[in-house]
């Protein structure tokens, strides 16, 4: 990255993915703006970023306010200097069944996942479009294809933010711009997130599907700040419901409506109704949560596809020096 360091900000900071990938940035000695809501959490954000020899600007902002984003940024820009990446993470669910949601559920989910993205994606693209260089990224989600039952809020923001980038992509191509944006489309990954959402369901919510540890998700991220790449997707799980949704959606429905509950719901640990929840105020203002879950024995700590998508010359010779290998046995067995 050179000498100079780079200036990154970064919302949801203060825990899970958020945590994760300022970690990253700051072992290469990023100044990190730290977006989020959660004092104590953003705290021990700043804490190992100035230990890490990076400087951080801790930013309590609830990004469903547009101007309090635009706010960050200029002070982002005032105190640490001109942003180059901006990564747009914060987040918040419900998990209910449709029938249950409230309308005021749905407006504050999309307010923060979706609206928060773009509200992060404007400030940015202030500052960026007329220096003509800067990378945006924004933390995706298999589910911004494949929606699943009991997150349809949540399922709905991603699947916005997917319409937004391709709007978006198409705007900074026409204009010949060299802002950068890419989205990360993530697999199920092990952060505190599955103790905090709003949850109405019998049981405490967990990922569908394989999980992952945060670190990977952060690697991807990283990777796709520094990469011209239109779209990241990470690990198998999310490849196969990303590609199963494309050929066999009505197979997902199917699927989905038979393993889609259970799936997501620790058996025998019943839900505590009356445990806090994040949806409105956040639940780590005293407590550092940190980025790890409840769910660190399952998690994968490495994903090969993700090492293969982002290794793709690599990869390639490999394969041009086996089918090259392959070729000439074949020659020599005829001769």
């Known amino acids: ?50 230990e890490l020899g990076g400087k951080a600007l801790v930013l309590p902002t609830d990004v469903a306010d547009a101007d309090a984003v635009e706010s960050a940024a200029e002070s ?39 609206l928060g993205f773009v509200y992060g994606t404007l400030a940015a693209l202030k500052r960026m479009l007329p220096r003509d260089k800067g990378s945006i990224v924004q933390v995706g989600s298999a589910l911004a294809y494949r929606g699943i039952p ?26 010949k711009s060299n802002v950068k944006l890419t989205m990360v489309q993530l697999p199920g990954v092990n952060t505190p997130q599955f103790g905090w959402v709003r949850n109405r369901l019998p049981n405490k919510g967990k990922p569908i599907g394989g999980i992952y540890r945060p670190e990977v998700a952060a690697e991807a991220i990283f990777w796709a700040a520094h990469n011209d790449r239109r779209e990241l997707i990470v690990g198998v799980p999310a490849l196969q419901a990303v590609i199963g949704n494309k050929f066999a959606p009505q197979l997902g429905d199917w699927a989905l409506s ?25 639940v780590d203002q005293e407590r550092d949560f940190g980025a790890h879950g409840a769910f660190e024995e399952q998690a994968r700590t490495f994903s090969p596809q993700l090492w293969a998508t982002t290794h793709r010359g690599i990869v390639a010779g490999a394969l041009a020096i086996v089918a090259g290998g392959l070729y000439t046995a074949l020659r020599h067995k005829k001769e």
């Open 1 to 50: 990255m050179g000498s100079k360091p780079e200036i990154v900000v970064i919302t949801g900071a203060s825990a899970g993915i958020g945590r994760a990938t300022v970690r990253r940035f700051a072992k290469e000695g990023a100044h990190i703006g730290l977006l989020a809501r959660g004092k104590a959490g953003l705290e021990a954000a700043r804490r190992e970023v100035e």
């Open 76 to 114: 982002v820009e005032r105190e640490l200097g001109p942003i180059d990446v901006w990564v747009n993470n914060a987040m918040t669910s419900v998990f209910s069944p449709v029938k249950e949601m409230t309308p005021g559920e749905f407006k504050r989910v999309t307010e923060v996942t979706y």
């Open 150 to 175: 009991l997150q349809s809020a949540y399922c709905g923001a991603k699947h916005a933010i997917q319409g937004f980038c391709d709007s978006l992509r198409a705007e900074l191509l026409h204009d």
């Open 258 to 282: 038979r393993i889609g509950f259970d799936g997501q719901q620790r058996q025998g640990e019943p839900e505590d109704p009356d445990r806090p929840d994040n949806l409105h105020e956040p």
